[in-house]
């Protein structure tokens, strides 16, 4: 059975990239929770294309501009996307922000004289299903934090770090660690993900400052063997059959990171 890290909730993190349009990116060592409103429409964004922001299934949902905006659409436009630009192309976009959350919703994209929407199904028709993804793999990624990603609602749930490494988690997490999820700080982090031509993504189950200082966020079924069962997600390479379960309670607030 083709993956889905389903034992990390993923449906929560993958729906809502974040995105900085009409607002300069926060400023470094800013993070955090931002104040929710309702999103207002006829955003629009523009700007040359720097990285595919990339999910742990291998999937592009956001672009991140040299601006330092970001741009999120629905995984199941990833191919039709990634046929319209590359890194590098110039693109406009238009969309939903909400006041004072630095997210932009893609509606429509224009690049290279194409043009995108994301229309909604028709009364009375599913949405498109997901793309199967392809197998997971265990991943570990550490270094600088270059940028924090959001969702719609201003919450922190990922980063990319200075090698362009995504690590995503949910946004509970990110309040939990939001002391050292600033712009400049060191991360380690350990989980699942999926290494390509478009980038490393990889969902966390463990976080740190440095590699031996990375303790467990998610029980789930774990990367290392022990009461929850051995192996990780399902159908991550190396893993058994067994469904997943779910996360074990969250561990108690890491110490903040020492003075500098």
Not at 30 to 51: D, E, K, N, Y
Not at 178 to 199: F, N, S, V
Request: with cysteine; charged share 10%; proline share 15%.
């Amino acid at each position: 059975m083709t993956p889905r890290i389903t034992f990390l909730a993923a449906a929560c993190l993958l729906a809502g990239s974040a995105a900085f349009a009409q607002m300069p990116p926060p400023p470094p060592g800013a993070g955090g929770p931002l104040p929710a409103a309702a999103p207002q429409a006829g955003t629009v964004a523009s700007g040359r294309v720097q990285q595919w922001l990339v999910n742990p299934n291998g999937e592009a949902d956001g672009l991140l501009l040299a601006d330092g905006t970001q741009v999120a659409f629905a995984p199941h436009l990833s191919a039709a996307v990634m046929q319209m630009l590359k890194p590098g192309d110039t693109v406009q976009v238009s969309g939903w922000r909400a006041p004072n959350v630095p997210v932009v919703r893609m509606q429509s994209l224009v690049a290279n004289g194409r043009s995108l929407t994301d229309q909604p199904p028709a009364p009375g028709m599913a949405p498109p299903p997901p793309r199967e993804p392809g197998a997971l793999s265990a991943l570990s990624a550490g270094g600088r934090i270059e940028r924090l990603l959001y969702n719609d609602r201003g919450d922190v749930h990922g980063v990319v770090l200075a090698d362009k490494t995504i690590v995503r988690f949910p946004p509970h997490i990110g309040a939990m660690y939001g002391a050292q999820l600033q712009a400049g700080a060191q991360l380690h982090a350990r989980g699942w993900g999926t290494r390509g031509a478009q980038g490393t993504a990889l969902e966390a189950t463990s976080l740190g400052q440095t590699a031996d200082t990375v303790r467990e966020v998610f029980g789930g079924p774990g990367l290392e063997p022990g009461p929850r069962g051995p192996g990780g997600p399902r159908g991550a390479r190396g893993a058994g059959p067994t469904p997943p379960t779910p996360p074990a309670p969250l561990m108690a607030p890491p110490a903040p990171l020492p003075a500098s």
